[in-house]
T-cell receptor, first 114, second 112 residues
Framework: DTEVTQTPKHLVMGMTNKKSLKCEQH?????MYWYKQKAKKPPELMFV???????INESVPSRFSPECPNSSLLNLHLHALQPEDSALYLC?????????????FGQGTRLTVV | GDSVTQMEGPVTLSEEAFLTINCTYT??????LFWYVQYPGEGLQLLLK???ADDKGSNKGFEATYRKETTSFHLEKGSVQVSDSAVYFC???????????WGAGTKLIIKP
């Protein structure tokens, strides 16, 4: 299994809603990542988890709250988002953080904030 | 700081044409280099990689050679297909900060 699975694929939420994005991998990878990608732009790193511990937070607003319940799962909790947060949210994993190997990406969740 | 520069798109070619997408980088050390592809409405997939100078990465008919002397990692394919239409991202990985640095992406359009 070389897949990173993200759910849901599409999400529309109001500015007062609370929702969560989910990501799962069963490759035994111990580094997991959240990226945000706006249209026609490269992905921007948001968070890095290494061995289930938050290792990097790229100055992301607190309305985004990551969680890594175990080595296979990564969540992104969303609360009080703004319309400018509408984007494709990508989860990725790699064997170890800092290793010179490629990251495996999920298909993404396309988020629209209304 | 470290950076990646890709040729601007869109690049429009006819089917069976030869493809080159230029990528150059600036880095203080010896990065690993990657090409990722993003098909419409999808996530990112690794296309190929090279970890040291003169390495050639190849996959699905695409090739790229890590050229340290010109700090380049140009993507090539001998005969493109309509199904190759996508956005292609060049990226480098630095051991010093453990992060992927991305190019801006190049949109490729292949016409039948």
């Amino acid at each position: 299994d070389t897949e990173v699975t993200q759910t849901p694929k599409h999400l529309v939420m109001g500015m007062t809603n609370k929702k969560s994005l989910k990501c799962e991998q069963h490759m035994g990878h111990r580094a997991m990542y959240w990226y945000k990608q706006k249209a026609k732009k490269p992905p921007e790193l948001m968070f890095v988890y290494s061995y289930e511990k938050l290792s990097i937070n790229e100055s992301v607003p607190s309305r985004f709250s990551p969680e890594c319940p175990n080595s296979s799962l990564l969540n992104l909790h969303l609360h009080a988002l703004q319309p400018e947060d509408s984007a494709l949210y990508l989860c990725a994993s790699s064997p170890r953080w800092g290793m010179n190997t490629e990251a495996f990406f999920g298909q993404g969740t396309r988020l629209t904030v209304v | 700081g470290d950076s990646v520069t890709q040729m601007e798109g869109p690049v429009t070619l006819s089917e069976e044409a030869f493809l080159t997408i230029n990528c150059t980088y600036t880095a203080t050390g010896y990065p690993s280099l990657f090409w990722y592809v993003q098909y419409p409405g999808e996530g990112l997939q690794l296309l190929l990689k090279a970890t040291k100078a003169d390495d050639k990465g190849s996959n699905k008919g695409f090739e790229a050679t890590y050229r340290k002397e010109t700090t380049s990692f140009h993507l090539e394919k001998g005969s493109v297909q309509v199904s190759d239409s996508a956005v292609y991202f060049c990226a480098l990985f630095m051991d010093s900060n453990y992060q992927l640095i991305w190019g801006a992406g190049t949109k490729l359009i292949i016409k039948p």
